[in-house]
């Protein structure tokens, strides 16, 4: 099944795509944040995602640091037809790395799995192994898990995120 059109030559959205729909709207945003010491930091913020061709969703989000300074983020989410995986990116007003990601959907479409290698907030000038989850739990609630993975393979929760419809 070819997935252009013979008058646009571009991509048109397949089944894949349709899962992008849980996270469009306006979001309220709670985080708890692990700190290298062993403590717990709660933020807020919002999030507004959109879908771009029906093929991207593209969010905007706005939180703060556990100094309580604010940051900004920006987020793409997609099905990429070529390669049969879900990718995406995130970047930060705090950081001047791309974070991108591969993904995959779980067999109940409930929860989707994304991987990437960054920088090591432990090791300067050294990469680590990151994990994030995205759980669906209504059309009104979902929550993202950031895990890291230490030396000896471990995975460590660094974020915990739910994300309540306004």
């Known amino acids: 099944m070819s ?43 919002t999030q507004s995602v959109k879908v771009v061709g029906g093929l991207w969703a593209f969010g905007e989000g ?52 994304m991987d990437c290698v960054g920088p090591s907030m432990t090791r300067d000038g050294e990469t680590a192994n990151y994990r994030d989850t995205l759980e669906i739990v209504d059309e009104n609630h979902h929550i993202y898990t950031a895990t890291g993975q230490d030396d000896s393979g471990q995975w460590h929760v660094i974020m915990k995120s739910h994300y309540t419809r306004a």
């Open 62 to 113: 706005k939180g703060g640091m556990p100094d309580g300074s604010p940051m900004t983020y920006y987020l793409g989410l997609g099905y990429d037809v070529s390669f049969k995986e879900y990718r995406g990116f995130v970047i930060r007003s705090m950081s001047s790395h791309l974070w991108t990601y591969k993904g995959k959907l779980s067999a109940d479409g409930k929860t989707m799995t």
């Open 3 to 45: 997935t252009k059109t013979q008058e646009s030559m571009g991509t048109l959205p397949v089944k894949e795509h349709e899962w992008l729909q849980n996270l469009v709207g306006e979001w309220r945003v709670e985080t708890e944040l692990s700190m290298p010491e062993g403590t717990k930091v709660k933020v807020q913020g």
